[in-house]
């Protein structure tokens, strides 16, 4: 058991040990998610509680059918915040949550930094499913399951991680993730598109897609995130495409067998090509949804342990 922490906050700051005990006990539940099958005793008895401030599909579902294959009791909360103030909301949400003697909570927030405060304020271990700019641990674990699954390995490939970085919490927790268990990690992007000190992360930075791609053994493109936009970043969405787009010319650029990732969802022509995220060889984007569960079973099952638990 590597992974002694009471929380999944963040990709930053964990060893490779913790993460590769996370991928490899994720790896397992791959096929018992494939059969149906159930291992309702894992997490019988426990509650879990998934409290989303922001919309979501896959990382909703996908921690809500993670939760119920292991036995869990599951309740979906969803919250709007538009017209509440957040930090007051925040505490009263964790006092009711208290009250309520969940085990595990699943938040999602459009504030960076939302899950940790709620981790001091609960009791519960607290695992962040997608804070504001921040991070997004869980995908980046799934990303990390679904290449190593493919290449048989994670360090020592290139991967290039494309588009708009800037608003992007995938992005940060998969850059923390590949660096730390050994890839090289490019960026590329437009300069507006592009956190002004990200090559502090151990990324290469690249302005121009073709020199970003060129040799990559992975390709993971990133959502346009208009709603995070307080200005206009780019000019037009064809513009963007043309020279930002993922097309099969652009993907030409990368090694002939690289592997073309997004963690969805997609805006299709504006980011990536349709030919291209349905390419059945060289797109992974549905074999991601499908570890995102096997992922998040793995999550669960390791905070709800705490054996030799640190709390930190
Ligand atoms: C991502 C997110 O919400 O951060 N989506 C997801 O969880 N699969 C990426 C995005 O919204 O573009």
């Excluded at 598109?193 to 930075?205: D, I, N, Q, S, Y």
């Excluded at 495409?241 to 099969?248: E, H, P, S, V, Y």
């Excluded at 969805?264 to 570890?291: C, T």
């Amino acid at each position: 058991m590597f992974y002694r922490r009471k929380h999944l906050l963040a990709i930053e700051g964990l060893h490779p040990p913790e993460i590769g005990h996370l991928l490899e006990l994720a790896d397992s539940y791959v096929l018992l998610n494939r059969s149906g099958k159930t291992q309702r005793d894992l997490l019988r008895g426990r509650t879990l509680i998934n409290l989303f401030f922001e919309d979501s599909t896959r990382t909703r579902t996908s921690f809500e059918l993670a939760g119920k294959r292991l036995g869990a009791d599951v309740i979906n909360m969803s919250v709007s915040t538009s017209s509440v103030n957040k930090g007051e909301t925040l505490l009263d949400t964790a006092a009711t949550l208290n009250a309520m003697q969940c085990d595990l909570l699943v938040v999602r927030h459009n504030q960076s930094g939302a899950p940790n405060l709620l981790a001091r304020k609960v009791d519960a271990s607290v695992i962040n499913a997608g804070d504001g700019t921040h991070e997004h641990p869980t995908q980046a674990l799934l990303d990390a399951l679904t290449i190593k699954r493919r290449k048989g390995r994670i360090e020592g490939l290139t991967v290039a991680i494309c588009g708009d970085v800037l608003h992007s919490r995938v992005a940060r927790s998969n850059i923390h993730l590949l660096t730390t268990m050994g890839s090289q990690v490019r960026v590329a992007g437009p300069p507006t598109l592009m956190p002004a000190e990200v090559a502090k992360f151990g990324v290469t930075v690249f302005h121009d897609m073709k020199e970003g791609l060129a040799g990559a053994d992975i390709v993971m493109m990133l959502r346009l995130q208009k709603e995070r936009m307080t200005s206009s970043l780019v000019p037009s969405e064809r513009e963007y495409f043309r020279f930002w787009g993922l097309d099969a010319e652009k993907l030409a650029f990368a090694k002939p067998d690289a592997l073309v990732m997004h963690p969805g969802p997609m805006n299709r022509g504006v980011e990536i090509d349709s030919a291209v995220a349905d390419d059945p060889v060289r797109s992974v984007i549905k074999e991601q949804v499908e570890m995102g569960v096997a992922v998040r079973m793995a999550v669960l099952d390791t905070l709800s342990r705490g054996d030799g638990r640190n709390d930190a």
